[in-house]
């Protein structure tokens, strides 16, 4: 839950780097709050508007981890357009998602992983 919070306190930094772990932890987390989100609207009757307003809500830090994460392994933000390639683009973006760190500094600043706190 604490990487899942950590990327809502980094809202909209889309510098520097984010580890696997905090990204899939993120996707974890928005899986299990959307599932939530759609549960209360299927027993209130509001035809999605909790989804809607939570996927309004994490929008923007979605986009910012997932860029944080391609920094990660060496590429740019731009890089997240390679999912409106039909079918191969999205599998190409997780194949970059569940890559390990790019080993010490890359361009887009130290290595999460040895950075200590």
Known sequence: MNWYLK???QYAD???????KEYWMFVLFNMIFAFLAISIDN???TN????LLYGLAVFVPGLAVGVRRLHDVGKSG???FIALI???GSIWLIVLMATDSNVGE????QNPKEVIV
């Open 78 to 80: 731009w890089m997240l």
């Open 14 to 20: 889309f510098s520097g780097r984010a580890r696997r």
């Open 86 to 88: 039909p079918i191969i």
């Open 48 to 51: 999605g508007l909790f989804y």
């Open 43 to 45: 027993l209130a009757g």
């Open 106 to 109: 890359n361009e887009y600043g």
């Open 7 to 9: 990327v809502l306190k």
